[in-house]
């Protein structure tokens, strides 16, 4: 069982930074594939961005390549996303989640185990 609880969420202008943070409860947050997604309004959640167990691949959503960074520290058992050059079209819940194996399938919602209380950005224009 892992318990995950996502920070750093708020409101921030076009342009700005934010850093979300995500702790993991237990000892085996290394052994996970680390992920994050996003909700917004009327709309389905999407595949963000994760981070595989050693920290060594990495996976962005198109339109955040280049603005956006997934990193994890399993020491502290955390997964950040750095986010910078902010845009309104960034406003949603994100979400952490974790999962034991995704295969190819890393940006599928449905292949991760566990998932945080999400936590609310929004950007204004």
């Known amino acids: 069982q892992v318990q995950l609880v996502e920070s750093g969420g708020g409101l921030v202008q076009a342009g700005g930074s934010l850093r979300l943070s995500c702790a993991a409860s237990?000892?085996?947050?290394?052994?996970?594939?680390m992920g994050w997604f996003r909700q917004a309004p009327g709309k389905e959640r999407e595949f963000v961005a994760c981070?595989?167990?050693?920290?060594?691949?990495?996976y962005y959503l198109d339109s955040v390549k280049g603005r956006f960074t997934i990193s994890r520290d399993n020491a502290k058992n955390t997964v950040y996303l750095q986010m910078d050059s902010l845009k309104p079209e960034d406003t949603a819940v994100y979400y952490c989640?974790?999962?034991?194996?995704?295969?190819?399938?890393?940006?599928?919602?449905?292949?991760?185990?566990?998932w945080g209380q999400g936590t609310q950005v929004t950007v204004s224009s």
């Open positions: 989640a974790a999962a034991r194996s995704v295969g190819s399938r890393w940006s599928n919602a449905y292949e991760y185990d566990y």
């Open positions: 237990g000892r085996t947050f290394s052994t996970y594939i």
């Open positions: 981070r595989d167990r050693s920290g060594g691949s990495t």
